[in-house]
């Protein structure tokens, strides 16, 4: 990953602002990455070769909310 748009999709929807994916989907990466360092968020997926959009939306918003739950149980809430 060399930085620029178009290396890798998490550099484009992180650091660029550009929509990859969708807005959904994109969105909820934006979500992912202030739930776990970078280097987790790049292991959870094939960000190269991900599955369909409608599964990856799903897998996406299961790991936030199962994220954001332990989180909160942690004692620990975003704002």
Do not use: C
């Not at 807005?23 to 739930?35: E, H, S």
């Not at 918003?61 to 975003?78: F, S």
């Amino acid at each position: 990953m060399n930085g620029k748009i178009g290396d890798h999709p998490l550099n484009d929807i992180l650091d660029h602002g550009e929509i990859r994916f969708s807005p959904d989907i994109d969105n909820l990466v934006r979500q992912l990455a202030g739930l776990v360092p970078r280097y987790r968020l790049i292991e959870m997926f094939d960000w190269l070769n991900p599955p369909p959009l409608s599964d990856l939306k799903t897998q996406l918003q299961a790991e936030v909310d199962r994220l954001t739950l332990d989180a909160r149980e942690r004692g620990w809430e975003r704002s």
